[in-house]
C-alpha cells in the first residue's frame, strides 16, 4: 500500500514537470476561489474554484482543470481532469477533507504545448465540532436481509446524557433532499435503529446517513456514514438439508438455496463437519449445493450444518448468514455381546437335580420298607389269634 502511494505520488510529480515546461517562458497560475460546500447530504460535497485573474484575456487557449483530493475511505489520493469549474466528490466528514487544484493550458497560446501550473491552490476543511464531545453513536452496522430490506442499528455512546433522542437521516441521488428514518426500532426505550422495510433504496449507489440527536445539555455529535446496500448483504438461512450415505465409506450432503431475492449463484457456502467425542469440527468453502466426504469414521455419527454469503464475485464484501439447523447421519448403534452362560447356576442345578434323586431315592425306599413291614406283620397276627382260640377249646374239652 506505502509504495503504492509513493509511485502515485511520482508520476504525479513526473506529469508536473513534464507539463510545466514551456518553451515561450509562459506560466499559468493556479485557479483561485476554492471552495467546498455541503449542500446537506451528509457527505457529498460540491467543489467549486474560478478561473486564475491572468487567463481573462486569453481567448486562443483552452483551460482544463486538474483536481486531487484526498480519498479517506481508500486512504490514498485520487484524481481528475476537467474543462468545467465544479466537482462533486464523497467525502467522510468525520475527517480532514483535503482539496488541491490546478490549472493547464494548450492551445495556440503555448505552441500546442500542454503547461500545468507549477503551483496549486489547496483547501482543508477540519469536521464540523458541532454536538456534545464523545456523543456519537458507535458500532455503526447495517444489513441488507436477504436483499429484501434494509436494517441498520447502532449502539448507545456510554457518555451520552440521560433523556436523549436520537435521530437517523439519510440521503442518496434520487433524493432531492435528507429523508428521516421511516421505522425506528426501539430498544429499552432508546432508539438504537432503523428498519427501511417498505422502502425502496438504489443498489450501486452511495447512501449516506447521519445519526444525531438532542438532550438536556445539549445536541448530540452528529456521526456520518456512506455505504451501498449490494456489499451488507446478509443471506437468508438455507433450509432442507439431506444427508446421504454411499458406498465405500461416503457421505454426500445436499441443501437448497433459501427463497428470495439473492441470486444462487452468487453465493458461496461454508460447511461445518463434526463428529461426536472430535474437536474442533472442520470447516470447507464450496460454490456448490452439495459436498461429498470420503473415507468417514463410520464408528462415529457424522453432523453438519451451512452458512453463506455473496462471493466476491457479486459483491466487494458480504456478511455470513446466519448457521442452518445441523443435520446427522444415522445414528450407529453398538451391537451388545451375547451373554455367555454363567457356570455356577449350571453347577446349582446339577447338585440340585442330584439332592432330588437322592431324596427320591430315600423316599422309595422307606417307602417299600414299610410296606414290606407291613406284609410280614399280617400272617404273625393271624396266627396269634387262632393259637389262643384253639388252646382254650381243648382246655374245655378237656
Not at 464540523?128 to 434494509?150: A, K, R
Not at 448530540?220 to 437468508?236: D, E, G, M, T, W
Not at 453398538?334 to 439332592?355: G, K, L, M, N, T
Request: aromatic share 8%.
Amino acid at each position: 500500500m506505502v509504495i503504492k502511494c509513493w509511485l502515485t505520488h511520482l508520476m504525479l510529480l513526473l506529469i508536473t514537470w513534464k507539463e510545466s515546461l514551456n518553451c515561450s517562458g509562459l506560466t499559468v497560475d493556479p485557479p483561485e476561489n476554492l471552495t467546498v460546500v455541503d449542500p446537506g447530504h451528509f457527505g457529498h460535497l460540491e467543489i467549486s474554484w474560478s478561473p486564475p485573474g491572468s487567463l481573462i484575456n486569453m481567448t486562443n487557449c483552452s483551460t482544463v482543470y486538474h483536481l486531487e483530493y484526498f480519498n479517506t475511505y481508500k486512504n490514498s489520493w485520487n484524481a481528475a481532469r476537467m474543462s468545467i469549474r465544479s466537482y462533486s466528490v464523497q467525502f467522510d466528514l468525520m475527517k480532514d477533507i483535503k482539496v488541491r487544484v490546478f490549472t493547464i493550458l494548450d492551445g495556440p497560446c503555448t505552441n500546442n504545448k500542454m503547461i500545468k501550473s507549477t503551483n496549486y491552490t489547496e483547501l482543508i476543511q477540519k469536521p464540523p465540532s458541532t454536538g456534545i464531545v464523545d456523543t456519537e453513536v458507535q458500532d455503526f452496522i447495517c444489513l441488507f436481509h436477504n436483499m429484501e430490506y434494509l436494517e441498520c442499528k447502532w449502539r448507545r455512546n456510554p457518555k451520552t446524557p440521560a433523556n436523549s433522542k436520537h435521530n437517523l437521516y439519510f440521503w442518496h441521488k434520487k433524493l432531492a433532499q435528507a429523508v428521516d428514518c421511516p421505522n425506528y426500532i426501539v430498544s429499552s426505550g432508546d432508539r438504537s435503529g432503523c428498519n427501511f422495510t417498505g422502502t425502496s433504496l438504489p443498489k450501486f449507489t452511495d447512501i449516506n446517513f447521519c445519526v444525531n440527536g438532542s438532550s438536556p445539555k445539549g445536541p448530540l455529535k452528529p456521526a456520518f456514514f456512506s455505504l451501498q446496500i449490494q456489499n451488507h448483504v446478509k443471506p437468508a438461512i438455507a433450509n432442507k438439508l439431506r444427508v446421504q450415505t454411499g458406498p465405500d465409506m461416503e457421505l454426500r450432503l445436499q441443501w437448497e438455496c433459501p427463497a428470495g431475492s439473492v441470486p444462487g449463484h452468487c453465493l458461496e457456502w461454508e460447511v461445518e463437519h463434526s463428529q461426536k467425542g472430535k474437536t474442533p469440527p472442520t470447516k470447507s468453502v464450496t460454490r456448490q449445493t452439495s459436498l461429498t466426504l470420503t473415507s468417514v469414521h463410520k464408528s462415529e455419527r457424522n453432523c453438519f450444518r451451512v452458512r453463506s454469503k455473496l462471493s466476491k464475485y457479486c459483491a466487494d464484501k458480504s456478511f455470513w448468514s446466519d448457521w442452518s439447523q445441523p443435520i446427522c447421519d444415522q445414528e450407529k448403534k453398538e451391537i451388545a455381546p451375547e451373554p455367555q452362560p454363567s457356570v455356577v447356576p449350571v453347577y446349582i442345578c446339577i447338585a440340585a437335580a442330584i439332592i432330588a434323586m437322592l431324596v427320591l431315592s430315600l423316599c422309595v425306599g422307606a417307602a417299600l420298607k414299610v410296606k414290606k413291614s407291613r406284609q410280614e406283620k399280617r400272617p404273625n397276627a393271624l396266627l396269634a389269634t387262632l393259637f389262643p382260640r384253639n388252646v382254650t377249646v381243648t382246655a374245655g374239652e378237656a
